[in-house]
C-alpha cells in the first residue's frame, strides 16, 4: 500500500508562475523527503522536512508539513522550463528490523510551458 | 565520482528466460535498495541490503532474488521472466537507513518481458 499520495497528478503551468504539489500520507511519519525525477532518468533528493518542522526554504522550494492533517505542500516558485518533471513525496511510516524504510507516492508530472 | 551506476539499460526478455540486473556504488554506503516502477505508480521496494552480505524482502519481492557479496554491489536476479515483470528497475543508496539520509538513485534499467 503507498503511504503518500500527490496531488495533483499532473500540472501544467507557464514559465515563471509558481507550482504547487500536494502529498497526503495515512500514518505518522518521522521525516518527509521530496525527489524529482526527469523523464528517463533516476530520482534526485530535493529536500527532507523533519515532522517537528512546520516549513523549510532550499532556493526556489518551499516545502511545509502539517501533521495534523498528515500532509505536506512542495511550492516551486518562479518556475522554469527546466523544472519539467515528475515529483515524488516519500515518507517514512514504517519500520523494518531497526531501520526505516521510503515509501514513496505516485508522483505530479509537472508540465512548465516556455 | 560516478555514484550509483546500474547495468544493463536496456533488456529484451522472453518468458521464461533469466537475467541479471548489476548495481554498483562507489560512495561506501552501507545500505542499497532495489526498487521497480510501473507507469503511473510510484517506487516499490523489491530488496534491500543492510550491508555486505545481509539482504531483506521489500514490497514486491516474489520472483526476485539478490545478493549483496561485496559492499559496492547489488545485484537484482529473476529467475524466470514473466510478463508482469516488465518495467523500469532502479537501484538506489544511502549513508544509512534512517530516513533524514537521502537515498542516492541509479539511472534505471528498462526490461521489457515478451
Known sequence: SQQGEEDPQALSIQEGENATMNCSYKTSINNLQWYRQNSGRGLVHLILIRSNEREKHSGRLRVTLDTSKKSSS??????????????????????????YKLIFGSGTRLLVRP | NAGVTQTPKFRVLKTGQSMTLLCAQDM????????????GMGLRLIHYSVGEGTTA???VPDGYNVSRLKKQNFLLGLESAAPSQTSVYFCASSYSSLSYNEQFFGPGTRLTVL
Open chain 2, 57 to 59: 524482502k521489500g514490497e
Open chain 2, 28 to 39: 561506501n554506503h552501507e545500505y542499497m535498495y532495489w526498487y521497480r516502477q510501473d507507469p
Open chain 1, 74 to 99: 512542495l511550492l516551486i516558485t518562479a518556475s522554469r522550463a527546466a523544472d519539467t518533471a515528475s515529483y515524488f513525496c516519500a515518507t517514512d511510516g514504517h519500520r523494518m528490523d531497526s531501520s
